[in-house]
């Protein structure tokens, strides 16, 4: 059984900073992209940042410049530095990956952890 978790969320104010960390455990082989998203209250879910095994990372525009992502290949964590946050920056924030089990089918799953809420106040 594979499982996301994420941590590090909380209430900061506005011009502070927070950093998410999203730990993979269980029987993994090997995990593909690992990536952030987003959901505010009323609001679709957003991608904040994605990188792949090799490092490659993209991100929402609404994030970039002031948010970077990073990832332990040996640790299976994936980690969301987060600066100069924003009151819009207010969501629950998802960790996903794509992760291939090991003793089954070589071909990813698409998971999600729990989520963690981020506030930020003006």
């Known amino acids: 059984q594979v499982q996301l978790v994420e941590s590090g969320g909380g209430l900061m104010q506005a011009g502070g900073s927070l950093r998410l960390s999203c730990a993979a455990s269980?029987?993994?082989?090997?995990?593909?992209?690992m990536g952030w998203y987003r959901q505010a209250p009323g609001k679709q879910r957003e991608l904040v940042a994605a990188i792949s095994r090799g490092g490659i990372a993209n991100y929402g525009d609404s994030v970039k410049g002031r948010f970077t992502i990073s990832r332990d290949n040996v640790k299976n964590t994936v980690y969301l530095q987060m600066n100069s946050l924003k009151p819009e920056d207010t969501a629950v924030y998802y960790c996903?990956?794509?992760?291939?089990?090991?003793?089954?089918?070589?071909?990813?799953?698409?998971?999600w952890g729990q989520g963690t809420q981020v506030t930020v106040s003006s």
């Open positions: 269980g029987s993994i082989l090997s995990i593909n992209v």
């Open positions: 996903s990956a794509d992760v291939i089990a090991r003793g089954g089918p070589v071909i990813p799953t698409h998971m």
